[in-house]
């Protein structure tokens, strides 16, 4: 499937806020990039509906169309942001230019059918209007003054509106002008008919190519006619904007300053000379304007370079240029993307076997995984790489910090949902090692169990049963209570869970059950043998019961256990060293003596009677 600017799937977590203001989105980092725009505008991306609908019927060039000019509004949203703070952001602002002049421009090149000769104008009327906002600012000053027609400016504003085919504004700036000075009202009433008169195509016009040509030369002779007799002579800016409706070259590169760019240029001067241009023929144009509006004075920018590769079809070499001109992939891998997906882009192995495309993605994911908010959008890229995509991510996963727990369990999310699972185990051994560490022996035992790690589980179990010995109670009784099946990972762990259930039985003054229990516990071999003295104290107060528990077989086991425990050389030299230890031994012995006593009386009456 196509990659779209940005999944729709994507859990946000502490580390990356979805409603994050243009001002916290710029602070993020220095360095911007613009897949932040999928963080801070996600109602101009493409639903899943619509990304489904395109992958099943194929991406045409209509597609390609509609998705390319998603990116673009959402990438024209950032600039309008960066040319409030321009002077903060000229770096950076360069830098968005170049990404959404690429993708305009090669909409223009590679979908021909969407852009015929007289569409095609248009298009490029919009794609320079988007790009040179200078005009919008110097519009609120001009017509927030008192009196417009006397501001510094005006004349600028009414010639970029000029320059850009903007008529309507011109218009009615021109009419404060005239309205002001009712001496060059003819003068006005003229420019006015001939720019209202202004042959354009249209998208929904129906008119053939030929009688667009017809009319516009009819109305280009008119202008002809009113700057030969001197009509505007009176007024040299009125005189100018009539040569500049003339295509006049030198007329228009007078005004060179107003429009800062060789394509600015080069639309004003097709608009004007050969509105009817078509698409094979924009390379011609585009050298000669370049070379024109730059001279020997200057030498062409990385822009430049990319733009007259776009104008020339040659896509690999644009690809090949944004990568060297750009700071980040994010223009290259979702352009090649596009293309590809059209078969607009003959992919080509690259020597280590992927092609371009997926070499692209791969590295701006990669680049996303640096990033401690958007190394989400990583993921969903990489598995649209279906060669090395889930390489890549095997290996950028391990290296991402587990800060916490959260992020731990959005990564093993991740990994549990495309069965990595040695990235699953690898991460909950990480987290189950952090929590021991800080002593939170509750969350240590879930990751190790959730690792399947037995030998940590019983590491982990012991510490439990080491606490209870210190203690004389059990933490997190939640978990422990709650272990079900898992208890099942290790010996050690059944038994910390039976012993937990022990308690439990004798809580609730099911001593019956508590008994059987224990006893199964002592005999199972499964309780660690410097636990066994625990469990053999904490037969005592069943042994005590006023209503024998334990019957004379059992007695036996316990006694047995406590022969057992003792026996050893070991344990002899311990139990005599230590007179707490000697002391238990000797009121276990006793206990055991007097429950067997009333064990054979009882048994015995039963039997007499």
Not at 147 to 171: C, Y
Request: hydrophobic share 40%.
């Amino acid at each position: 499937t196509a990659v779209t600017p940005g999944p729709v799937s994507i859990t946000w977590g502490e580390e990356a806020n979805p409603h994050l203001t243009t001002t916290s989105f710029q602070a993020l980092s220095s360095a911007w990039d613009p897949a932040y725009l999928v963080l801070t505008q996600p109602p101009t991306m493409l639903t899943a509906g619509s990304i489904h609908r395109y992958t099943e019927e194929g991406l045409t060039p209509i597609a390609l169309f509609q998705v390319s000019k998603n990116y673009r509004s959402v990438i024209r949203a950032c600039m309008e942001d960066m040319h409030q703070a321009a002077s903060k952001s000229i770096g950076k602002d360069r830098s968005i230019s170049i990404n959404s002049l690429g993708t305009n421009r090669l909409e223009l090149t590679t979908i021909p059918s969407l852009c015929k000769a007289g569409p095609l104008l248009l298009r490029l009327l919009d794609w320079v209007q988007l790009h040179i906002c200078d005009v919008d600012n110097m519009v609120r000053e001009v017509l927030s003054s008192e009196n417009p027609s006397k501001h510094k400016l005006f004349w600028n504003v009414v010639d970029i509106f000029v320059l850009q085919g903007r008529m309507d504004e011109a218009r009615h700036l021109l009419s404060k002008e005239a309205i002001a000075n009712p001496t060059s009202m003819n003068m006005y009433k003229i420019l006015d008919d001939l720019m209202k008169k202004m042959p354009v195509p249209s998208l929904g016009n129906t008119q053939t190519l030929t009688e667009m040509e017809l009319k516009w030369q009819h109305w280009h002779e008119e202008c002809q006619r009113y700057l030969q007799d001197g009509t505007f002579a009176s007024n040299s800016h009125m005189e100018s904007i009539c040569k500049i409706l003339l295509g006049d070259e030198n007329a228009i590169l007078e005004k060179k300053e107003l429009m800062t760019t060789w394509y600015h240029f080069l639309v004003t001067r097709l608009l004007y000379s050969h509105p009817t241009v078509k698409p094979m023929e924009l390379r011609f144009y585009a050298q000669s304007s370049m070379d024109m509006f730059l001279g020997e004075e200057s030498s062409p920018e990385p822009l430049d370079t990319i733009l007259m590769a776009a104008f020339e079809f040659e896509l690999h070499q644009v690809i090949k240029e944004c990568s060297v001109a750009l700071s980040n992939w994010w223009f290259v891998a979702h352009l090649t993307d596009l293309l590809d997906h059209c078969k607009l882009l003959q992919s080509h192995n690259l020597y280590f076997g992927s092609n371009m495309r997926e070499f692209l993605l791969l590295e701006y994911a990669s680049g996303l995984f640096s990033h401690p908010s958007l190394w989400q959008l990583g993921v969903d890229y990489f598995d649209h790489c279906p060669e090395y995509g889930r390489v890549y991510l095997e290996l950028h996963i391990e290296r991402i910090p587990l800060n916490t727990e959260q992020k731990a369990l959005k990564v093993l999310r991740i990994c549990e949902q495309r069965q990595m699972h040695e990235q699953v185990r690898s991460i909950c051994k990480i987290m189950a090692m952090k929590a021991l560490r800080n002593n939170r022996l509750g969350s240590a035992l879930s990751w190790s169990i959730r690792a399947k790690d037995a030998a940590f589980a019983t590491l982990i179990s012991d510490r439990f049963l080491k606490d209870y010995c210190e203690r004389g109670c059990f933490s997190d009784l939640d978990l422990i209570d709650n272990l079900g099946p898992s208890m099942l990972l290790s010996d050690r762990l059944t038994f910390l869970g039976k012993y937990r259930e022990f308690h439990r039985l004798y809580g609730e003054k099911r001593f019956s059950e508590a008994a059987r229990l224990l006893l199964m516990l002592m005999t199972a071999h499964i309780a660690p043998c410097s636990f066994w003295m625990t469990l053999l104290t904490d037969a005592l107060p069943l042994l005590e019961q006023k209503e024998v528990i334990f019957s004379a077989e059992q007695t036996y086991e316990l006694m047995r256990c406590l022969e057992d425990l003792t026996a050893g050389k070991l344990n002899r030299q311990k139990f005599q060293d230590d007179d707490v230890e000697t002391m238990k031994v000797e009121m276990l012995r006793l206990a055991l003596a007097r429950n067997l006593a009333r064990v054979i009386v009882k048994e015995g009456t039963l039997e007499g009677s």
